[in-house]
């Protein structure tokens, strides 16, 4: 939840009513989500103001592939709660620099670093922490805590909504505050939980170019790029379809598309949190796959199948490559990422090069859960030879 809350509140006010197609980049990790305010109070333009979001996702790119140099090192402990200290830090500051230094940019930017810096090792270290430990269906502990990120942006942005109802935006930074709390707390938490190991005593996990000789690593690759692309290219889209295609009043629209959108893909990877034991891996990503190809055919603003694709994919990667270790999670963590925003992207260069047919470039985005499928069925022929 903490990833989400960083993603949605860093982004923190946010609705932009009359922003236009033309301005796609500042959607793609915003989810309808902007920062006016800053725009407003400190007289940011918009073109800075989607710097800033670029800034935050090419920082934990950086950090994923940084993550394989230290995080052994310093062990997941002290990871963790350096993740989260940074985290409460830059939502922290993003209160407080943009009117200590002389150019307001330039705090907001380095808040958006600090908090990148959090938000990208977690996304690194919570999925191996999970997976170490010692549960009975490790797939069903996974799906449970993917599915949290999607509680988070429900709860994010539901609440902040709230919150600016009854107390104003101009109170944001009591908002970006609250949130602050989050980290923080689990920040705590970490330094008593107890943390399985990743690897049995004596163990090493396997160096990148161990993992790059693989090919059942490059599949996995292209199967959580896959996954990304799948869960954004539609998500970041349904606002903008509504609206345009539907007639359907925006504010309605940011409700009905990603928060119906993050909704549903909660449930899917609860309902396999909780049933994943009966249910075979491989064949519920293939039917979550197809499904997802039916909801793009339908032009639906509810794309619910794809939620189980991100969560299996770490799955199916600790079961296929062993001592993969943090390398494999930090690559699979950055694959996943590109794939986030480069889904979106994708649909809006094809719905561009074709007169702004927001349809036709939801249709392309079939490309997607094709791969996906086609990645599952080598999965299996091919830990046979790795």
Same mark, same amino acid.
């Given at each position: 939840?903490?990833?989400?809350?960083?993603?949605?509140?860093?982004?923190? !006010?946010?609705?932009?009513?009359? +922003?236009?197609?033309?301005?796609?980049?500042? @959607?793609?990790?915003?989810?309808?989500?902007?920062?006016?305010?800053? @725009?407003?109070?400190? $007289?940011?333009?918009?073109?800075? +103001?989607?710097?800033?979001?670029?800034?935050?996702?090419?920082?934990?790119?950086?950090?994923?592939?940084?993550?394989?140099?230290?995080?052994?090192?310093?062990?997941?402990?002290?990871?963790?709660?350096?993740?989260?200290?940074?985290?409460?830090?830059?939502?922290?500051?993003?209160?407080?620099?943009?009117?200590?230094?002389?150019?307001?940019?330039?705090?907001?930017?380095?808040?958006?670093?600090?908090?990148?810096?959090?938000?990208?090792?977690?996304?690194?270290?919570?999925?191996?922490?999970?997976?170490?430990?010692?549960?009975?269906?490790?797939?069903?502990?996974?799906?449970?805590?993917?599915?949290?990120?999607?509680?988070?942006?429900?709860?994010?942005?539901?609440?902040?909504?709230?919150?600016?109802?009854?107390?104003?935006?101009? !109170?944001?930074? &009591?908002?970006?505050?609250?949130?602050?709390?989050?980290?923080?707390? !689990? $920040?705590?938490?970490?330094?008593?939980?107890?943390?399985?190991?990743?690897?049995?005593?004596?163990?090493?996990?396997?160096?990148?170019?161990?993992?790059?000789?693989?090919?059942?690593?490059?599949?996995?690759?292209?199967?959580?790029?896959?996954?990304?692309?799948?869960?954004?290219?539609?998500?970041?889209?349904?606002?903008?379809?509504?609206?345009?295609?539907?007639?359907?009043?925006?504010?309605?629209?940011?409700?009905?598309?990603?928060?119906?959108?993050?909704? =549903?893909?909660?449930?899917?990877?609860?309902?396999?949190?909780?049933?994943?034991?009966?249910?075979?891996?491989?064949?519920?990503? @293939?039917?979550?796959?197809? =499904?997802?190809?039916?909801? &793009?055919?339908?032009?639906?603003?509810?794309?619910?199948?794809?939620? +189980?694709?991100?969560?299996?994919?770490?799955?199916?990667?600790?079961?296929?490559?062993?001592?993969?270790?943090?390398?494999?999670?930090?690559?699979?963590?950055?694959?996943?990422?590109?794939?986030?925003?480069?889904?979106?992207? &994708?649909?809006?260069? +094809?719905?561009?090069?074709?007169?702004? !047919?927001?349809?036709?470039?939801?249709?392309?985005?079939?490309?997607?859960?094709?791969?996906?499928?086609?990645?599952?069925?080598?999965?299996?022929?091919? @830990?046979?030879?790795?």
């Amino acid at each position: 939840m903490v990833d989400q809350c960083l993603n949605d509140v860093s982004l923190i !006010n946010f609705r932009l009513e009359d +922003i236009t197609s033309d301005e796609n980049k500042l @959607q793609q990790n915003s989810a309808g989500l902007f920062y006016r305010t800053f @725009q407003g109070s400190y $007289g940011i333009s918009l073109q800075k +103001i989607t710097l800033l979001v670029t800034f935050n996702f090419g920082i934990q790119l950086l950090v994923d592939l940084a993550s394989i140099g230290f995080v052994d090192r310093i062990g997941y402990r002290a990871s963790m709660i350096l993740a989260h200290a940074m985290a409460a830090a830059g939502l922290i500051l993003l209160t407080v620099l943009p009117e200590c230094l002389g150019d307001p940019f330039v705090g907001l930017l380095i808040a958006v670093m600090i908090y990148a810096i959090g938000g990208g090792l977690l996304e690194v270290l919570v999925s191996p922490v999970v997976e170490a430990c010692p549960t009975d269906n490790k797939e069903k502990a996974m799906s449970l805590l993917h599915s949290f990120y999607c509680w988070g942006h429900v709860g994010v942005v539901l609440l902040s909504t709230l919150f600016f109802r009854i107390f104003g935006i101009a !109170n944001w930074k &009591y908002m970006a505050l609250v949130w602050a709390l989050i980290p923080i707390a !689990n $920040g705590i938490l970490f330094t008593r939980v107890p943390i399985a190991p990743l690897l049995d005593e004596g163990e090493k996990g396997l160096t990148m170019g161990e993992l790059f000789k693989k090919k059942i690593f490059w599949v996995l690759m292209l199967m959580m790029l896959c996954a990304g692309a799948s869960e954004q290219a539609v998500s970041q889209w349904a606002s903008t379809l509504a609206e345009k295609s539907f007639g359907i009043n925006k504010t309605i629209g940011d409700l009905a598309g990603p928060m119906a959108f993050a909704i =549903l893909m909660g449930s899917s990877r609860a309902f396999y949190g909780k049933f994943g034991d009966k249910i075979n891996l491989e064949r519920f990503m @293939q039917y979550s796959a197809v =499904l997802c190809m039916v909801s &793009y055919l339908m032009i639906a603003f509810i794309p619910v199948p794809v939620g +189980i694709m991100w969560p299996g994919t770490f799955s199916m990667a600790a079961a296929s490559v062993k001592r993969g270790g943090t390398a494999l999670f930090a690559l699979l963590a950055l694959a996943g990422d590109v794939g986030c925003s480069s889904g979106p992207t &994708y649909v809006g260069m +094809i719905s561009g090069a074709l007169n702004d !047919n927001l349809k036709l470039g939801i249709f392309a985005a079939l490309i997607f859960p094709v791969l996906m499928i086609m990645g599952i069925k080598m999965i299996g022929s091919l @830990q046979k030879y790795d």
